[in-house]
């Protein structure tokens, strides 16, 4: 092997070993995050904003779709290790279905149009991308298992909703005046965030590469 080859080699290996450590740190720094939620007025104690998908859209920009789909995953791993589940774990993959659609979609549009217009359509194409899935997740799967899980109809979940919000009258408007909020609302405020300090971080992943 050739003192050339085994430099591409040995450049291959350490960036590979780059990016595997990116992802850690953006895993590490997003279950940090998910300690720290927000509760919102318009929606029941449960529902609460956090931001955790922020490194993991950062590294979908940084590193492409699939890095961020495994950084989402390890945050979830990671979250289920430390805090264990209530929902036997249908929460936590519910949970990495919605903060997929949000950063996917995003991801997969700015590898295409690396430009800050590219960014913008990424994030309001994943932010509404969420919300359907969001709704859907919670309609069908995420309140029925929270239901079963604290031993409670959904009509107790729903009544939790509407003490907060006069609106919310059943399952439906639960899921149209408190989920779907709560998900354009996450979206937006990640998203955001996002724009704000890509430019200023992005160099970072870029070093050695």
């Not at 995050?33 to 490194?55: G, R, T």
């Not at 996917?104 to 590219?118: C, F």
């Not at 009509?155 to 998900?183: E, H, R, W």
């Amino acid at each position: 092997m050739s003192t050339k080859t085994m430099a591409n080699v040995n450049g291959e290996t350490g960036s590979k070993v780059r990016i595997m450590a990116q992802m850690g740190m953006l895993s590490a720094i997003a279950v940090v995050l998910m300690l720290f939620e927000v509760p919102l007025p318009f929606a029941p104690s449960f529902y609460e904003i956090d931001f955790s998908e922020v490194p993991v859209l950062v590294g979908c920009f940084a590193m492409g779709p699939a890095a961020g789909a495994v950084i989402e995953f390890i945050k979830i791993l990671l979250n289920f290790a430390v805090n264990g589940t209530v929902t036997a774990g249908v929460g936590e993959a519910a949970n990495f279905l919605i903060g997929c659609a949000l950063v996917l979609p995003a991801g997969m549009i700015y590898k295409k149009r690396r430009t800050r217009s590219g960014a913008i359509a990424g994030m309001i194409t994943g932010t509404l991308f969420m919300t359907l899935v969001g709704c859907f997740l919670n309609a069908f799967i995420l309140l029925p298992a929270y239901a079963k899980a604290f031993g409670m109809p959904i009509d107790a979940l729903v009544g939790m909703g509407k003490a907060v919000n006069s609106q919310i009258k059943g399952l439906s408007t639960f899921v149209i005046f408190a989920v779907a909020p709560f998900n354009l609302l996450k979206g937006t405020l990640v998203s955001l965030i996002v724009f704000l300090i890509y430019k200023k971080i992005s160099p970072v992943f870029r070093m050695g590469r």
